[in-house]
């Protein structure tokens, strides 16, 4: 698809259910903030798929907010935008971590599908290193049926699993470091293991519409971040105003296991 004029982003996500590549940060730019991730690495620990990282760090925060990523999801959603998570997804260089063929919106909760999820590379995304793979218009069918799978390799929390997918209708989506994928939270995806000899590192992003509530409790948060919110259905995410202040890391933690909550319920 290479690098889409945002008039053309809605009509190929609308279609497709995904569009990439789509640059959104110089490679420095990526290096940069790739550098603050491993930096608080250092002190916090493992990043790999912790939920609400832009309560704590400011790195995910700015990358999530960038205005041009709202003008794109704008065209995707509307204009009253709520973040909903910010995620690290990390690949260790040669381990077998993979994702198996999902879609995102089996077990959120959400009582719409005015959702859209921004992947964005701060390092090499290639065939070798696991990039993501879309099935292009598989989010026209809704949901499809999942089964829980025991995987200790895969990254979804109950390993959820379409099978019966035709690999060969398949597209894969490398990305170059600062290059994003947007997705339908209905678009089955997967990815596969990191052969390479680094690590593939990608910030990953969810949006809603501020019309969508969670239908499994009231507790769950989210963070307007672009035009206004007249139904608060969710509590206020405290963003990040500084790097791994420790009243903001205790905070996320309890936000991580009420998302995790919803996550392990069907």
């Not at 995707?76 to 994702?99: C, F, S």
Request: aromatic share 6%.
């Amino acid at each position: 698809m290479g690098n889409l004029d945002i008039g053309n982003i809605a009509a190929n996500y609308e279609t497709n259910g995904y569009v990439s590549p789509v640059r959104l940060l110089s490679k420095a730019d990526a290096a940069h903030h790739r550098g603050l991730l491993e930096a608080a690495e250092t002190s916090f620990g493992n990043m790999h798929y912790r939920s609400k990282m832009h309560t704590i760090h400011t790195s995910p925060l700015t990358l999530a907010t960038l205005p041009s990523v709202l003008d794109i999801v704008e065209r995707m959603i509307g204009p009253n935008i709520l973040l909903y998570n910010v995620t690290y997804i990390i690949k260790e260089p040669k381990t077998q971590t993979h994702v198996s063929w999902h879609q995102d919106l089996t077990y959120w909760g959400l009582s719409h599908d005015d959702q859209v999820s921004m992947w964005l590379a701060l390092s090499p995304a290639t065939l070798e290193s696991g990039c993501m793979r879309m099935i292009p218009g598989s989010h026209l069918g809704g949901r499809m049926e999942h089964a829980a799978t025991e995987d200790s390799n895969n990254v979804l929390l109950q390993g959820q699993t379409v099978s019966g997918v035709n690999e060969d209708e398949a597209h894969a989506c490398p990305l170059a470091p600062g290059e994003a994928t947007f997705h339908h939270g209905w678009t089955l995806h997967a990815s596969m293991a990191n052969q390479s000899d680094d690590r593939r590192i990608g910030l990953n992003v969810q949006y809603l519409a501020t019309h969508v509530r969670q239908t499994k409790h009231d507790l769950d948060t989210a963070m307007l971040v672009r035009g206004q919110d007249d139904y608060r259905h969710f509590d206020y995410d405290r963003p990040a105003t500084s790097d791994l202040d420790p009243a903001a890391i205790a905070h996320q933690a309890l936000l991580e296991n009420r998302y995790v909550s919803i996550a392990g319920k069907q």
